[in-house]
């Protein structure tokens, strides 16, 4: 068997997920089960002078009718601390689809005809939906007990650049705006609570398990031991499946009332304005630069919508836009700043790259804005700033952040071995000299991201217990094994990852090696899945485990075979002394044996069963180039994608088809940014994508077909040098698409277009620019 790193092996998740046999949240039935509606406020802002539950409280079938009033005790979802969010509105609605009330009864249906007999009476605050509308002079605060709308404001840079950009040849000032989006995954909320008398066993749609025990037993005043927390399968979360939300609290607390399992399944219009929304940042951005498109310094003030309730997840989001504000290009000085700002709207939390999206389409915006201001070509001025491959590890301004090693010119030139640049710029002037025929535009992205969260100093600004992940390797007497891991996996393939790391280690069948993960009673302490983690964090931690049990396997095995264990070698899970043919033993007999204490070598415990952690050192820094080729309908400005190159560079890549699916779904989602969705409301805080009709998630026909393409630069960060991938097509994606659409309409003066990139947007710019 040769070596299972790099193997393209079929994911071991996908039969049962695919045949319908996934066991999700909603799959889960226990006996008795009640189910909990919530009712959810219609207005943006307004104080709650009455509410009735005299015809809920008598409907068929309900077990009990409570508001804010009536749980007394309950404690805040997890916020930050000063603006803690109550799980149902204390007196005063923030954001339409805040709950106000909820319902428990025997039926799914029967709770929700009975919500909406709760009648509510409000009085109208003013509404403030918007950051300009939150930020105004005569702007009220919109959270108790606080002095403005501006709930966060720092300063992380020692300089202001004004003196480098006041030098500078050349000066630019640039406003970009990152819209709010939903992170639409295929299973929305959901919740199953079970309050017995040893404790409380939650089942929940999360992506940090662990954490959320921790938290859980902390508001309930219990011991770590007696709550149990399991995430199943999970369908999709993308960051805001890391968020806590009020029902997990609420059905928790009335199962202990009500003596009975409570269930919670959220609807997809509550989900578009319960869950957490993202991005929804403004950049102002000054730039200098010389003639020949050198970065001589930047200047970024970033403004993030919070939301109604600052999420623990969301309003440090800027934080991590400032440390990557350089993307990966060498600028002498960067001065970045930040405010959070809350608004009557639903709260903004993590999103597929949470806050590295965003600065790489800022900086990637500027680079082209820079190429068109010189008459250069966006190619050039790239390669004139790309940070070397001999520079790495390259330390930024910014304190901690050091990007690992890569070979960023390396990944364009790969990038451009693929595209014939020279003749689609042929094509893009042959078009537009034909009206008839459909204008072309040339997209680039060159971008650097942050994966493999931690180290553990960082990940605590977060609220998170460390930084690290765990693992253990269970050795079977048959010799298969089973791996218990820390993280959490919604869609990444852990099952098969992480078997690929271990049968590369032991030598073990693919198909003899299980996981177990998502349960915090059968696994030891973890952190979870977010931020690119997987594989160089939770596959590290694998691999150390793995790596304990191989050693002392062969310490069994060299006592068994009566040699020294510098002389034994493991090949395809049999032991024998390296260079003979004489005896051997296989992994399975090791196994055995390893149970058996009186034929053991002096100082060797029983069985052959380790754990380890990773803490990272560091970060990693996945990165690539990509180009995008889009051509635009002049009558009715509709975008449509010719061609999308992806060359990645995610260091050692364990299983290319797991590596090109994640490739592919960031790819999406970017693209969707791009052209698509935009969460969006009215002036009354009123949602106008309240529903998949009004927001606009692509289909499969929306989206081209991709070519992608690997650049391999391990990271000396961890023992797999891998870096994540996770999120790095959502994080080149945005950027590569709006340069494509601007660089299509630049013969007509147009200089940025804002996403989404909609026919409409586009085609009122081709009639403006064509002086209709």
């Given amino acids: 068997m040769g070596s299972m790193i790099g193997a393209a092996v079929v994911r071991k998740e996908d039969p049962a997920l695919l045949t319908g046999r996934g066991t999700f949240v909603e799959d ?42 009536d749980l007394p005790g309950l404690p805040p979802t997890r916020s930050v601390p000063g603006m803690e969010r109550p799980c149902l509105a204390d007196g005063t609605v923030r954001f339409v689809g805040e709950g106000v009330a909820v ?77 709010r989006c939903a992170a639409v995954p295929m299973e929305p909320t959901v919740c199953l609570a079970d309050w017995q008398h040893s404790g409380l066993t939650l089942y929940a749609t999360t992506q940090t398990p662990h954490h959320m025990r921790n938290e859980i037993a902390q508001w309930f005043g219990l011991s770590q031991e007696q709550v149990r927390v399991i995430a199943p399968d999970v369908g999709g979360g993308f960051g805001a499946k890391a968020s806590c939300y009020p029902e997990f609290l609420l059905t928790a607390e009335l199962s202990r009332r009500l003596h009975r399992p409570v269930r919670f399944v959220e609807t997809r219009s509550e989900n578009m304005t319960s869950m957490v929304h993202g991005r929804a940042q403004s950049h102002e951005v000054e730039v200098g630069f010389d003639d020949d498109g050198r970065l001589l310094a930047l200047r970024v003030r970033i403004t993030q919508d919070c939301g109604a309730w600052p ?22 000085v960067i001065a970045a700043s930040f405010r959070s700002v809350v608004t009557n709207t639903t709260p903004v939390g993590s999103y597929r790259g949470a806050g590295r999206p965003e600065a790489s389409f800022m900086i990637e915006r500027v680079v082209d804005q820079i190429a068109a201001e010189l008459g250069r070509d966006p190619v050039d001025v790239r390669r004139v700033n790309l940070i070397r491959a001999d520079e790495m590890p390259y330390a930024t301004q910014f304190e901690g952040i050091v990007y690992d090693e890569a070979n960023y010119p390396g990944c364009l030139d790969l990038l451009l071995s693929h595209v014939d640049y020279p003749a689609l710029r042929t094509r893009q002037a042959e078009r537009r000299a034909d009206p008839a025929a459909p204008l072309v535009g040339i997209g680039f992205s060159t971008f650097v991201e942050m ?46 990852t992480f078997a690929q790391i271990v049968a590369d280690q032991l030598g073990i069948d693919i198909d003899r090696i299980s996981l177990l993960h998502g349960d915090t009673a059968t696994v030891q302490e973890g952190i979870g899945t977010m931020g690119s983690r997987g594989a160089p964090v939770g596959g590290s931690a694998v691999f150390k485990a793995a790596g304990k049990v191989r050693a002392k396997a062969l310490r069994i095995a060299a006592h068994m075979l009566e040699a020294d264990e510098s002389d034994v070698e493991l090949t395809d899970g049999v032991f024998r002394v390296a260079g003979t043919t004489g005896p051997t033993v296989t992994i399975a007999e090791v196994a055995l044996r390893s149970l058996k204490p009186h034929l053991l070598p002096d100082g060797v415990d029983p069985g052959l069963e380790e754990t380890a952690h990773h803490e990272p050192s560091n970060l990693s820094y996945p990165s690539g180039a990509h180009c995008c080729v889009v051509e635009i309908d002049r009558e009715t400005g509709r975008v449509e994608i010719a061609r999308y190159v992806a060359v990645d560079d995610c260091g050692t890549v364990i299983n290319p088809l797991l590596a090109t699916g994640q490739i592919h779904g960031g790819l999406a989602q970017g693209i969707a940014q791009a052209l ?97």
């Fill in 311 to 332: 999420d623990a997840t969301g309003i440090g989001l800027p934080t991590l836009t400032s440390f990557m504000s350089g993307g990966c290009y060498r600028i002498p």
């Fill in 451 to 496: 994966g493999g969260f931690g180290p553990t100093p960082l990940f605590e600004q977060f609220g998170y217990v460390g930084g690290w992940e765990s693992a253990n390797v269970r050795l079977t007497t048959d010799g298969s094994a089973v791996i218990k891991v820390g993280t959490s996996p919604h869609g990444q393939g852990h099952q098969t």
């Fill in 103 to 179: 319902v428990v009864a025997t039926d799914r249906y029967l709770a929700a005809d009975a919500a909406e007999l709760v009648e509510v009476e409000y009085e109208d605050l003013p509404v403030l939906a918007s950051v300009a509308a939150a930020t105004a002079a005569d702007a009220v605060p919109i959270l108790p007990g606080l002095d403005s709308n501006v709930v966060l404001e720092q300063v992380l840079s020692a300089t202001d650049a004004e003196e480098e950009l006041a030098a500078a040849p050349h000066r630019l000032a640039i406003r970009l705006r990152n819209q």
């Fill in 676 to 772: 698509y969705e935009e969460v969006s409301y009215d002036v009354d805080g009123q949602p106008r994508t309240g529903n998949l009709v009004t927001y606009t998630v692509p289909a499969a026909e929306d989206l081209p077909p991709y070519e992608t393409h690997h650049l391999v630069t391990p990271t000396s960060f961890n023992p797999l040098g891998a870096k994540g991938l996770g999120e790095s097509g959502a994080t080149a994606a945005p950027q590569a698409v709006v340069n494509a659409v601007v660089d299509a309409l630049s013969h007509l003066g147009v200089r940025d277009v804002e996403m989404p990139c909609t026919p409409a947007k586009v085609w009122a710019l081709l009639n403006t620019a064509n002086g209709s």
């Fill in 28 to 69: 889960i039935r226990l006996p008795g089960t009640a189910y909990l509606a919530t009712v959810r406020s219609p207005v943006a802002h307004a104080r709650i002078t009455s509410i009735d539950t005299g015809a809920a409280a008598v409907a068929p079938g309900v077990l009990g009718v409570w508001t804010h009033d």
